[in-house]
């Protein structure tokens, strides 16, 4: 699991400002995916990728943006729209859709 | 969906005691159920998981019991240490291990408190 990198790891954004958080894996895995995570609510599904130039919603996809243009790289885009923005952000990945997942390290990102 | 209910929220135990958590799944197509440890501002891992063609499965300090029957599995950690103090979230999913959409359903997760 230490091939999956997110950064930043903190990250301070403005009312109305786009940003982009970057994850990274080398493991050759199919799938990667976007949570979120808030105090006392578990981990949520943001989006998801099975295989490179295909993604799908999650249960809470309201606000954000992904692309998967290449194996390696999934980035989240958390867009003006998005209400309650802070939070903390994990991406994972898992060989295929059908395998164990495996999270990086995480991004938190503050609403100033 | 899949619904996936963790007891309790907060969990103290003196260190050497044991201890357990509990989850409940609504989906009776849920097959894969895995364990994740999260320490402070750090990643989930994986610490255990169990397929319900098992009953149980036993890791070292670490195990975990399925009842397919009542819709229930549970974590049990023995020999409690301070290591293990963490957020411990349980999980449940109908399609394999997979983590996307109708696949892995978190619980809310469990503080487990090492008291020295």
């Known amino acids: 699991d230490g091939g999956i990198t997110q950064s930043p790891k903190y990250l301070f954004r403005k009312e109305g400002q786009n940003v982009t958080l970057s994850c990274e894996q080398n493991l050759n895995h199919d799938a990667m995916y976007w949570y979120r995570q808030d105090p006392g609510q578990g981990l949520r599904l943001i989006y998801y990728s099975q295989i490179v130039n295909d993604f799908q919603k999650g249960d809470i996809a309201e606000g954000y943006s992904v692309s998967r243009e290449k194996k390696e790289s999934f980035p989240l885009t958390v867009t003006s729209a998005q209400k309650n923005p802070t939070a903390f952000y994990l991406c994972?990945?898992?060989?295929?859709?059908?395998?164990?997942?495996?999270f990086g390290e995480g991004s938190w990102l503050t609403v100033v | 969906g899949e619904n996936v209910e963790q007891h309790p929220s907060t969990l103290s135990v003196q260190e050497g005691d044991s201890a357990v958590i509990k989850c409940t799944y609504s989906d009776s197509a849920s097959n894969y159920f895995p364990w994740y440890k999260q320490e402070l501002g750090k990643r989930p891992q994986l610490i255990i998981d169990?397929?319900?063609?098992?009953g149980e499965k036993k890791d070292q300090r670490i195990a975990v019991t399925l009842n397919k029957t009542a819709k229930h599995f549970s974590l049990h950690i023995t020999e409690t240490q301070p290591e293990d103090s963490a957020v411990y979230f349980c999980?449940?999913?109908?399609?394999?291990?997979?983590?996307?959409?109708?696949?892995?359903?978190f619980g809310k997760g469990t503080h487990l408190i090492i008291q020295p």
């Open positions: 999980a449940a999913s109908p399609l394999g291990s997979g983590g996307g959409a109708d696949g892995l359903t």
């Open positions: 994972a990945s898992s060989r295929s859709f059908w395998d164990t997942i495996y």
């Open positions: 169990i397929r319900s063609n098992v």
